[in-house]
């Protein structure tokens, strides 16, 4: 029975004690989950605004709700791996050696046409350094590599080998640059020819082969030069004179002295560039039309590429360089970035410029992987905004729209395999490998022929950072060969007519989006009241036990008050509660104490007359035991206290505002009531007043006098409250305004005719 009625169990269980974040569960945006109560159903429970609050709100994507134009499926970033190869110590100086065929062969300001002589001096000390010929980081199959530590800090730190997967492709050290192309960028200049934006950005530490790999040598052409010879060849055949017209342009972003970043037109003819928004000004393209033009015009720009000799690499780049290839029939564009390789101070030993340098190469690294970090959490977690970090470099700027998803890019991340170079590779594969889970939608470009007349609806905001936001703005002086960049005019027009559309799909996206935090704010707020208002419902039920439980205690002292006051044949008390005649409720006086203070009042007031037969008035020797001051509520109606005429004689003027004090409501407290009328119509204490009493008894004559009795017209609150129980009624001197109304009966005139109310006392008059 027992196994029957236990859950199955897991074969194996894992216990994470500190969860990656990456474990948390995604919220669904699709449905929020409801917590379902089975047992509870029948129970019709209060309004679920706290369920209704922890529901995710699915972010509207414009996207999702327009029919999609395009059958596309979004895929990842790409991003590649590639092995510099470790270059031994011995090649280096060697006539004919690989190390120096390398150095002899590629200049690292000229395009590969151009080789300059390089600095192989320096090179050979710098390699020569080099104690052991192990590598740090080996490859396991295409996709993944391992990272070993070296031998020394395996043993004294205890470091670990660690497996990097995932990538796109790795290429070993061995690989050439042919195979890197096909493999890498083949893929992105096809989808360019088709009218799809890409852009391939090689970056990784400081001599790790970027440039290489980019730019290449004579005898080992990189990937710029093999996709221009792909992309001219492919071309060649089109008979269409506009779709075999290319752009180029190239440009670099660097700090001289680290005195904030610049911008700088690589153009034979160019000059420093201005940055607004997202868009360069000024830059110069050029119309071209074979490789060859192209090739030439890139070997003249990187002529005035920003070099320096670091520790780390003799002709290290001290910018970042951004080639861009834009086909004019379509718009479309192909980014190529050569990144600034990132540096550590130990290893490169800069100083002075360098140093300031080396800071902006570093800064500009971190906004760049920042962005990429913050789009991976942004697409993981939709709730979490993108955060802006691209407005902190030029470089993340203008590469905006991939940072933040919106087009297609690769990354190529370059390594070096020595094991001094252990702390650098592992910084870029942490650093980059989780970017291989960014998604890119490629929604707002076409995916196949049948929709290439809309090319250029994707390519507005590209085609607006060279150009301005205003296409009236095309200076076509910034077509350096000729016009022809810019011939398509039926192409403009359906720029403006799809960009148009496009920025009103943005807006009422945006507009939707406001409209549902604006929402979601004041949910917020109102759920925030209704908690204050349920707490103050509690704390008043809270008190309303405590009045009722005050109530009946009241009114038990009030039964024991009764039963112990008694008055002879001649003197009658008769004793009341307010409260009992009318069935007092807590409740009641809760709902309606305002007016009801109203009511009792005239009530009160009415019973206040009070009839003294002086000479038959004879108080028992009960005492009054309870106190007034303790029970505002409970109002004593002393209805006919009968005092003879005869006895009250004496009864003078000073005595009745002596007994107003010592009666007076007002005062803190109370002597017996009964007790005190007869004291006051003597002039001194009773002999049968019972001892105990005597003591609590105030006497007239030790009370203050008063200086002046006022007369004053009390709150209604302060009548109900302290008035109310000397309910002794005077038909001739009642105010007409406090009777209210109400009649005081024929037989009840007859018994207390010349009688002396209290009111008179209290009033002194
Ligand atoms: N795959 C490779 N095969 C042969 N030589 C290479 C390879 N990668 C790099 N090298 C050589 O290594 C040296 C440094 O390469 P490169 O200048 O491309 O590094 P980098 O990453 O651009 O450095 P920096 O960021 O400092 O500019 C160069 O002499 C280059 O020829």
Redesign the pocket.
């Known amino acids: 029975m027992e196994k029957e009625s236990s859950p199955p169990c897991p074969n194996t269980v894992a216990i994470r004690r500190n969860p990656h974040r990456k474990a948390r569960a995604t919220p669904s945006s699709a449905c929020p989950q409801v917590p379902t109560t089975s047992s509870s159903s029948a129970v019709v429970s209060s309004f679920p605004i706290q369920e209704i609050l922890s529901m995710d709100v699915p972010i509207l994507d414009p996207k999702h709700h327009k029919p999609k134009p395009f059958d596309c499926a979004s895929e990842n970033l790409r991003v590649f791996l ?1 092995i ?2 470790l ?1 031994p110590s011995k090649f280096f100086g060697k006539s004919g050696g ?2 120096e065929q ?2 002899r ?2 200049g ?1 300001n000229v395009w590969p046409q151009k080789p300059v002589k ?1 600095n192989s001096a320096r ?1 050979s000390s710098a390699n020569t350094k080099r104690k052991t010929n192990e590598v740090c980081i080996s490859v396991n199959d295409s996709h993944s590599v391992t990272l070993s530590p070296p031998l020394l800090l395996q043993g004294v730190k205890r470091i670990k080998s660690e497996v990097y997967g995932g990538f796109s492709y790795v290429f070993a ?1 061995d ?1 050439s ?1 042919e195979e890197v192309y096909q493999k890498m960028v083949n893929p992105l200049v096809e989808d360019f020819l088709k009218g799809k934006s890409g852009m391939l950005a ?1 970056m ?10 980019v730019f290449g ?1 004579p005898r ?1 052409p990189g990937m710029l030069t093999l996709a221009l010879q792909q992309i001219f060849k492919s071309v060649e055949r089109i008979a269409s004179d506009s779709l075999r017209s290319f752009c180029i342009s190239i440009f670099e972003i660097r700090s001289e002295s680290g005195k904030g970043e610049k911008l700088y037109d690589l153009s034979p003819n160019g000059a420093e560039l201005i940055m607004q928004q997202s868009t360069i000004k000024g830059l110069q393209e050029v119309n071209v039309s074979n490789a060859g033009q192209a090739e030439s015009f890139l070997t003249q720009a990187m002529l005035k590429r920003v ?1 320096a000799t ?1 520790n ?6 001290r910018s970042q360089c951004i080639i861009n290839i834009r086909r004019v029939a379509d718009n479309a564009i192909l980014d190529i970035i ?4 990132a ?1 550590r101070e130990r290893r490169t030993g800069n100083q002075g410029v360098r140093l300031l340098e080396s800071n902006f190469i570093n800064n500009t690294s971190m906004v760049f992987g920042l962005c990429l970090r913050s789009l991976l959490e942004h697409q993981k977690n939709p709730k979490r905004p993108l955060q802006k970090h691209f407005q902190n470099s030029l470089l993340t700027r203008y590469l905006r729209d991939y940072l933040e998803g919106k087009k297609r890019m690769a990354l190529i991340l ?1 390594v070096k395999s020595g094991e001094e170079d252990y702390f650098d590779t592992t910084y870029v594969l942490r650093q980059a490998s989780p970017f291989m889970k960014i998604k890119f939608d490629n929604l707002e470009e076409p995916c196949n022929k049948r929709h290439s007349q809309s090319l250029c609806r994707a390519e507005k905001p590209k085609k607006m950072k060279f150009s301005g936001p205003d296409d009236s703005a095309i200076e076509k002086g910034n077509t350096t060969e000729d016009g022809d960049c810019f011939s398509g005019q039926g192409c403009l027009k359906a720029l403006k007519s799809n960009g148009g559309e496009q920025a009103q799909e943005e807006r009422k996206h945006q507009i939707l989006q406001n409209f549902n935090k604006a929402l979601w704010n004041v949910l917020k707020q109102h759920r925030d009241k209704l908690k204050e208002a349920e707490n103050e419902i509690q704390s008043l039920r809270e008190n309303l036990k405590v009045e009722k439980a005050r109530w009946r205690e009241l009114e038990k002292e009030l039964g024991d008050f009764k039963s112990r006051c008694t008055c002879s044949q001649e003197s009658s008390v008769e004793v009341t509660s307010v409260g009992t005649d009318r069935n007092f409720d807590p409740q009641d006086d809760l709902n309606g104490l305002e007016s009801s203070a109203v009511d009792t009042v005239q009530s009160n007031m009415d019973l206040y007359s009070s009839n003294f037969e002086a000479s038959e008035c004879k108080c028992t020797s009960e005492k009054f035991d309870s106190t007034p001051k303790q029970d505002q509520k409970t109002n004593v109606e002393l209805r006919s206290s009968t005092v003879r005429a005869s006895e009250c004689n004496n009864f003078s003027k000073e005595s009745s505002r002596q007994d107003q004090d010592v009666i007076s409501p007002s005062q803190e407290e109370f002597a017996p009531i009964g007790h005190t009328a007869a004291d006051a119509l003597d002039g001194e204490p009773r002999t049968e007043k019972p001892e105990e009493l005597k003591d609590q008894t105030p006497r007239i004559d030790s009370l203050p006098k008063p200086k002046e009795p006022k007369r004053r017209l009390m709150p209604a609150s302060n009548a109900l409250l302290n008035f109310a129980f000397l309910d002794i009624n005077d038909d001739i001197e009642k105010p007409k305004g406090i009777r209210g109304g109400k009649k005081v009966g024929a037989d009840e005139r007859k018994r207390t005719p010349g009688t002396i109310t209290l009111l008179r006392l209290i009033h002194g008059n």
């Open positions: 590639r510099r190869p270059v690989f190390g390398i150095a062969s590629r690292k390089k090179e050290s690989s640059q090689a990784g530490p400081s001599g790790s082969g970027k440039t290489h790999t040598s080992e070099t670091t780390s690499n003799s002709q290290s780049s050569d990144l600034a390789g540096e370059t």
